[in-house]
């Protein structure tokens, strides 16, 4: 059943992706010989805090390596139409992973609404979601459904890597 909910046509080929990149610092102090692993920081967003880190696991004379990881996190979002959606049943795809990339996910949101957007895992809570909502709402209401995918990248990178500091004016 089509709900009376009026939605968003889907532009066509229309799509907004966030990049956000951050890295990680490893230190590894020496043991028997050998290396082990101390600890990795959080995820660290800017450069300044990157070596920061750096020049703290520096100081400890125990430190026999530092390691770092660059993280990259895509996020892509387009509208889509509700004929779009995975069937009923159908389990959401995982969006194709990009070379490079460690891991990836996709969900749903329902925009336009006077509430936040929610996490829609499937297609069946999509239609769920429209279907309920269209009651309380009326014929007026507009509703943008917004397919989201992630991809997640990690590579390793050395301090050279990190882009500079910007100096402050």
Not at 53 to 66: S, Y
Not at 132 to 150: F, I, K, N, R, Y
Request: with cysteine.
């Amino acid at each position: 059943m089509a709900p009376d909910i009026a939605e968003v046509p889907a532009a066509a080929d229309v799509s907004a992706t966030d990049r956000q990149v951050s890295w990680s610092v490893s230190v590894y102090r020496g043991q028997d010989g050998g290396e082990v692993h101390e600890y990795t920081t959080h995820r660290l967003a800017t450069p300044a805090r990157v070596r920061e880190e750096c020049e703290l696991a520096a100081e400890r004379p125990w430190v026999v390596r530092v390691a770092l990881t660059e993280h990259v996190r895509e996020v892509t979002r387009r509208s889509v139409d509700r004929w779009e959606l995975p069937g009923h049943g159908v389990p959401t795809p995982s969006p194709v992973l990009a070379s490079g990339a460690v891991g990836g996910a996709r969900h749903y949101q329902v925009h336009g609404l006077e509430r936040e957007p929610c996490r829609l895992e499937s297609g069946d809570a999509v239609r769920a979601c429209l279907d309920w909502l269209q009651p309380q709402l009326g014929a007026d209401a507009v509703a943008e459904v917004v397919e989201v995918s992630t991809l997640h990248f990690a590579r390793p990178v050395t301090l050279a890597g990190i882009p500079p500091t910007a100096n402050p004016a």
